[in-house]
């Protein structure tokens, strides 16, 4: 048996080694599909970090006001983005079963309801901001900032949705190059904006956490032309159409987008529980938590580009009645999540006080980053296996155990844990910094927990037998 085989050889439902031939052809079809999302998240998220680095010459408070908003956010995308794992799980089964016609007609449907989102969640987020900035924990240091900042990123919205709709429609067709030109352009024209508009440069007025804000929705507004643009081109395979609401998609939407939707609202819940339990020790804490979040989002969307093919491979061979494959493809992306955890443990093992330096030069922040540092890489395989497990299971549709998982883990045992160590076990031990660690230290312990559940799931296979409609 050579190497390859030995690293990534995988078994069948019958517990024969799959032919190495036929294994790297899966391999290559995985990582054709995987490569684009992955190099995505790893430059959005190295942008992300950038954006966070020159919001940071504003000082500690501002980097925690920006980061305030962060979990807001997201629970107002919460039903566009359920509708979008619908909206790739439908597809990528649509295009496994060969019809193209269905596999638009869910397109246009799914644009149709997340304009409506879109513009509901803007207007929500624009008048009510100072309401959702207090109950993210914003104090007297940071209240007045986040609040100028979501407002102006609530108004990007509803170019947000439809970017996030039809990216998703493309992945489900493995079509993820087109998600990561669209997405790193976006980023792109952030990061230029905020050099020109965080701090007035070229003669452009010095508008602070304002100009960020405004360079996030000028991003967001060109990746939403951007996505525009590919499915308005004669060779795409989705074409922009007035939609015509059928049953059978409403009802597969639902399905899926429900259960995705109650998975989020847990997974928001215990963030912003978590966020506001940070927030409660300290600006600087919060700050040392913001940056380890920017620089081990790296680790977690390259897990997502990963996770990102096996959703799209499973829901396309589960699409065929191919039961083997879907179940192959899943083991496969675990792999491949694994050589890619053990790269950046090692990377942010080395770098880990370099990292630091590049957002801040607070020794205090920088002591409380490394030390996280050094917790973070504990749960880096796990976290990674849950995130391969999770994407495989939406993409065969099986949401409703993903969101309980969610529930238990994320949104019960996780803000238990955080607290436990950011009060109380900090108070008994004083000067060990565990308010600063003890966020990750909850983290690591939610992933090996949601690992497990997951792999769990995924070994007893009833997931194969998920009906969409």
């Not at 596999?103 to 513009?119: D, F, I, K, R």
């Not at 070229?202 to 032309?225: K, Y």
């Not at 801040?360 to 973070?376: A, H, K, R």
Request: net charge positive; charged share 15%.
């Amino acid at each position: 048996m050579d190497l390859f085989q030995k690293l990534c050889g995988i078994r069948d439902q019958n517990g024969r080694m799959i032919e190495p031939d036929q294994l790297k052809g899966m391999y290559r079809q995985s990582l054709n599909i995987a490569w684009p999302s992955t190099i995505e998240g790893a430059l959005l998220s190295i942008i992300g970090s950038i954006d966070t680095m020159m919001v940071g010459t504003l000082g500690a408070a501002a980097i925690a006001a920006v980061g305030l908003t962060s979990q807001p956010r997201m629970i107002l995308l919460i039903c566009a983005q359920a509708l979008c794992v619908g909206t790739t799980a439908l597809c990528a089964r649509r295009k496994g079963a060969d019809d193209q016609a269905a596999a638009n007609s869910c397109l246009n449907q799914s644009l149709a309801l997340v304009t409506v989102l879109g513009l509901v969640m803007s207007l929500l987020g624009f008048f009510f901001a100072e309401q959702f900035m207090r109950i993210a924990g914003a104090n007297d240091d940071t209240m007045k900032m986040s609040v100028a900042y979501f407002r102006i990123i609530s108004l990007g919205i509803p170019f947000n949705c439809w970017s996030l709709c039809i990216c998703a429609a493309m992945r489900a067709i493995g079509k993820t190059r087109i998600t990561m030109v669209t997405n790193i352009t976006a980023n792109l024209v952030n990061v230029c904006l905020n050099y020109v508009l965080i701090n007035g440069k070229l003669g452009f007025p010095r508008l602070g956490v304002q100009g960020a804000a405004i360079a996030t929705v000028c991003g967001t507004v060109v990746s939403c032309a951007i996505a525009i643009s590919f499915v308005c081109r004669a060779d795409s395979y989705y074409h922009l159409a007035l939609p015509r609401f059928d049953r059978v998609t409403l009802n597969g939407l639902f399905n899926v987008g429900s259960s995705s939707m109650a998975e989020s609202v847990f997974l928001r819940l215990g963030f912003l529980i978590n966020s506001r339990l940070i927030a409660g020790v300290g600006t600087n804490a919060f700050a040392a938590y913001q940056i380890v979040s920017q620089v081990t989002s790296l680790s977690f969307t390259l897990g997502d580009g990963v996770a990102t093919a096996g959703a799209s491979l499973v829901g396309q061979s589960l699409g065929a009645r191919r039961r083997d494959l879907a179940l192959a493809h899943v083991n496969i992306s675990r792999r491949i999540s694994v050589f890619v955890s053990i790269g950046l443990m090692t990377i942010i093992f080395m770098l880990r006080r370099q990292l630091a330096l590049l957002f801040t030069t607070e020794e205090e922040i920088i002591l409380g980053v490394t030390l996280s540092f050094y917790v973070v890489i504990i749960g880096m395989l796990p976290q990674n296996g849950r995130v391969v497990f999770s994407g495989c299971l939406r993409g065969a549709g099986d949401t409703k155990y993903v969101a309980l998982v969610a529930l238990i883990s994320v949104a019960v045992l996780r803000p238990i844990l955080t607290y436990l160590f950011c009060y109380p076990l900090n108070s008994v031990f004083p000067g060990w910094h565990i308010a600063v660690m003890g966020p990750w230290i909850a983290f690591v312990i939610d992933a090996f927990v949601r690992n497990w559940l997951l792999h769990r799931r995924i070994t007893k296979g009833r997931w194969l037998d998920t009906e969409l409609a």
